[in-house]
């Protein structure tokens, strides 16, 4: 008996797959409904040439002009040498630009160009579209529900 033939013989003779214990399991179902959402959430921003790191930190500039590099990885648990080649090549792209911190002589701000300000807003919308939709088995309360008790876990 070949390796396949074993492998399908012990398919049939197992029957339904038993997950109930991993189900059980917070990180399993997390990163299971991860997956499901990653993947949308990379189709729809393909348009945009954004991971998810890309959109977050574009994201957290636009909606807090003049952040610093070092507020910015805090609010995103970023490791600054991270942070460092993603702002580089968005500054590449023309979607941010750095200027003196206003209140800071030492610091540097972050903030969207024009261009950059106008293709977040319609990732963020596109993002707010996609999130939507892979939780459209919910109700709009237990959307709100299961935001605020993931935001327990990591806040």
Known sequence: MSAAEHLASSAQVVGPVDSQFLESLPGYNARRASLAI???????????DFGPVDFSVMSIISHNPGITSRQLCASLSLLPPNLVGLINRLEKRGLVNRQPHPSDGRAVGLYCSPQGLQITQKAEATAAASGARVTQKLAASEQKTLARLLQKIFL
């Open 38 to 48: 990653l993947d949308a959430f990379y189709k729809d921003m393909a348009v945009f």
